[in-house]
């Protein structure tokens, strides 16, 4: 008789003794623990039937492997253990193999679903030498799909009255069934929704996460719960998913207000987080002494004032005060509290340990649950580094950040306000204009770092020249403006005060300054103009000033000067030259006169071309009248092209004439022309745009040329040289003569100026100067030319002691070029 309970089919299969385990190894353990699964193996001809660890655990029997064969059935639920039966001895008999899915009854009589497995194992000769098979766990699968077939009838059933949006997946995430009020809030119909894939209708086209969780969903046959931005119809949509047979139920819900609303929450609160912003409410008490009490801080206001939250609970706001609180703002505030009105305030308060901070503070009502005013709030930052930068703004704004004077800008406004006091307008002032002189050259030589360190010292002496109401700034380079108020009402004691002061500053100023080691010796040149308040304009009292300060530089420096009318008269005209200066050259009003210049035999060699202006108002207007204002305005530049260009086009002209093929024209060059860093290349220029031969062309040079950058003289002197063109010193003699220079530059020609010729025949020091310029001349091999030569016997001199080219009324005076063309008909032409 067989075994008919649990315990005895346990006895049966464990009565064996257990024995060896044979194939199965570490990882088939690991895999049968892994998957849920047991192993057995019925070794042949013996027929011993060996159980693993996982089988006996699963079957709840003792952890023995050996068991006996013929028992084993047992192990099956009745309604398989006959079918059991058959296909074991089938695999026995004749190696067949099989699957099912059957029951089993563990030990202790519990019933398990399972999947069973068995083949025959052969050796090489083909017999059959054992038997192996698994039995799987498979209870949970089947609950799980108890449970979905139950879901699904329960959906069957009431799919059809479910009034919220409702849609049904397949095992692939396509749409099955859409109900009503899902088109509705998808804003879609059914026929454009089913067979599509819900993640491609509700999450972007399938780009976003929506997708990978359902398909985990799916896979898993799990619930889940997702929150994502339908962008069809604008709204933040809520999924609740529920597994069945074919797929998922989707439950879909609008949380869009609700999603709103927790994330301007969470906005909310991550920004007060992170605000450094002071929070502090009192009680709504009484506004007069002690106050309202503090009832909360929080973190920030610890942090800020170093006060902890149990210090202060309990106490008044008043704390916080100290000496430098601003009553005005405390009356406001309590003006504003006694009216339960919301304020505003900036207030100096102090820290635990004494320390003055700014706070900016608004403080409001609160009527706590509509039962009245309950409490204050106030919400303050600290702005103590504001403050700072204002004041730091301001003082760059208004203050010279080398030597930390006032600027123009506060300067102008000091100005103003000396201006604009009506109660006295007799009252006298004075607006100083100091300027260093030869400051340039202290910063070429020694650098800029000693220049600044020069301009700081002065600001400290010229501070120590004034009183303490005075203003005393700095506009920009060396260049430093005093204002002197209050000076009195007589303007005579007023300009004697100013005096006092100037020369006060004089001697300052020249006291010997240690520059970190260099000893300099400095001057300066101040312009002083009085003024009282009957006068308005500021720009005008600055004008007045500089011109003044001008005026000492002209003097020779190191001097007071004081404003006077026709000093602006000067300017004014000066101004007005300049505007008439520029229309003539856009109107070309100018033109060229030449002089002759004669040879040894009284022939032409050349001219020199010399500027008119043909004035519309004023006739002719000789060079003398407007050359210096075309240097002082620049307008030398274009002046002199157009010069350069004139004479260029004469030769050019002349030299398809026999008779004045050899002519030459000299040409006047000024300073600034020459020091144009293009010069050359305009000459260059203009005698290849009029193809003439450049050693036609005189370049007359002043000897102020000499006075510096000798180095870059000789260099472009040389290039013009070497291009042909001829190089001459004008008015040699009179001005910088530094003759150890001359052996350097590559020179044609020393011309002689005319106030040596005019007396050359009553002065012994003229005639010792004109016969030692032929000779230096003589020495270096250059020619020699004497101008202003208006007698036979100024010539006959000049003859005698070596020079022989000459230009003078003697021959002829600057000629019109029709007048000249004339005039060389009459003389005879020779090369020499």
Known sequence: MQPSTPSQRKRALSSHAPGDLGPASATLTLLERATGAGTWTLALPQRQLLLSAQLASLLELPATPAADWERFPEIFAPGSRERMAQVLQACLNGGTAFDEEVQVVTARGQLLSVRALGEAVHDGSGACVHLSGVVKDLSAKKHAEQETQSLTMRLGTTLASITDAFVTLDRDGLL???????????????????????????????????????????ASSTRLEFEVFCAAPGKWLELRTYPFAEGLAVYLRDVSERRQSQEQLLLLQTSISRLNDIVLIT???????????????????????????????????????????????????????????????????????????????????????????????????????????????????????????????????????????????DKNGALMFIDLDNFKVLNDTRGHATGDLLLQKVAARLN?????????????????????????????????????VGQKILDALCEPCDLAGYDYDGTCSIGITLFNQHQ???????????????????????????????????????????????????????????????????????????????????????????????????????LGQWVLETACTQLAAWAGRAETEKFSIAINVSVRQFRHPEFVEMVMKAVEQAGISAHHLKLELTESLLAKDMDVTIAKMGILKNAGVTLSIDDFGIGYSALSYLKYLPLDQLKIDRSFVKDVLTDPNDAAIARTIIGLAQSLGLGVMAEGVETEAQRDFLARHGCHCYQGYLFSKPLPIEELEVFIQRLPQTSS
């Open 464 to 500: 120590g020249c004034v009183r303490l109401r005075d203003t005393v700034a700095r506009l920009g380079g060396d260049e430093f403006v005093i204002l002197l108020e209050d000076l009195g009402d007589d303007p005579q004691i007023a300009l004697t005060k100013a005096k006092i």
């Open 536 to 638: 308005q304009n500021v720009t005008d009292l600055l004008k007045q000033a500089d011109l003044a300060m001008y005026e000492a530089k002209a003097e020779g420096r190191n001097a007071i000067c004081f404003f006077d009318p026709a000093m602006q008269a000067v300017v004014t005209a000066n101004a007005a030259l300049t505007s008439e200066l520029r229309q003539g050259l856009r109107n070309q009003d100018f033109v060229l006169h030449y002089q002759p210049q004669v040879g040894r035999e009284g022939g032409m060699v050349g001219v020199e071309a010399l500027v008119r202006w043909q004035h519309p108002q004023h006739g002719l207007v000789a060079p003398d009248s407007f050359i210096t204002q075309a240097e002082d305005s620049g307008l030398i530049l274009p």
């Open 283 to 425: 009680e709504a008490g009484a506004i007069d002494a002690p106050g309202p009490y503090i009832v909360f801080v929080n973190d920030a206001f610890e942090r800020h004032t170093g006060y902890s939250r149990a210090e202060v609970v309990g106490k008044t706001p008043r704390l916080l005060q100290g000496q430098r609180t601003q009553r005005v703002e405390l009356d406001r505030i309590r003006l504003a509290l006694q009216q339960a009105q919301p304020v505003r305030a900036e207030l100096i308060n102090y820290k635990k340990d004494g320390t003055p901070f700014w706070l900016e503070l608004d403080i409001v009502p609160v009527d706590y649950f509509n039962r009245g005013l309950t409490h204050w709030v106030a919400v303050a930052r600290d702005i103590t580094q504001r403050k700072a930068s204002e004041e730091e703004i301001e003082h760059l704004a208004f203050y010279d950040a080398l030597t930390q004077l006032p600027n123009r800008q506060l300067l102008m406004s000091n100005l103003r306000l000396a201006l604009s006091h009506k109660e006295n307008p």
């Open 176 to 218: 099955t069934y859409v109900n009503p009020e899902s088109e509705r809030l998808l804003r879609l119909e059914s026929r454009e929704l089913l067979g599509q894939p819900i993640w491609a209708v509700l999450d972007n086209n399938g780009r976003g996460p929506l997708r990978q969780s359902l398909v985990a969903a799916l």
